[in-house]
């Protein structure tokens, strides 16, 4: 079975994999979840895809400025992420550890995804 070409639905599958992965482990393990886990998944599923739609549209009108507008995406991930967690930290939640935990597994799960959509079209940009 081949992935779908179109990035957004590739975003999807793997947003969909991500929640069937938190379900499971609060099923099994629901004490490595924190309460606040949809929030957090919530955030970076928008953020991720709103990054994304950022790159393409950059990357299509300014391509030659290529290395320029990933470190752009980069940034405004990270410093989106500070801000979260800095807002969801500040009012004092339970558990902070194990939220921040939570966060970064899922901050890497979707910069994962972003590293694998910047290799498979790597060949198509540098044409």
């Not at 921040?100 to 901050?107: K, L, P």
Request: proline residues 5%.
């Amino acid at each position: 079975m081949a992935l779908p070409k179109n990035i957004p639905l590739r975003f999807l599958l793997a947003t969909v994999v991500l929640v069937s992965l938190i379900l499971i482990l609060q099923i099994i393990l629901p004490v490595v979840v924190h309460t606040k886990i949809w929030e957090i998944v919530g955030f970076m599923a928008i953020t991720s895809f709103l990054i994304s739609l950022l790159n393409a549209f950059l990357l299509k009108n300014f391509g030659e400025n290529f290395f320029q507008i990933m470190v752009l995406a980069m940034i405004l991930r990270f410093i989106a992420s500070l801000v979260f967690i800095g807002l969801e930290v500040w009012p004092g939640i339970p558990n902070i550890i194990l939220f921040i935990a939570d966060f970064f597994i899922v901050f890497l799960f979707y910069l994962i995804f972003d590293i694998y959509a910047f290799l498979s079209n790597l060949r198509p940009i540098s044409k």
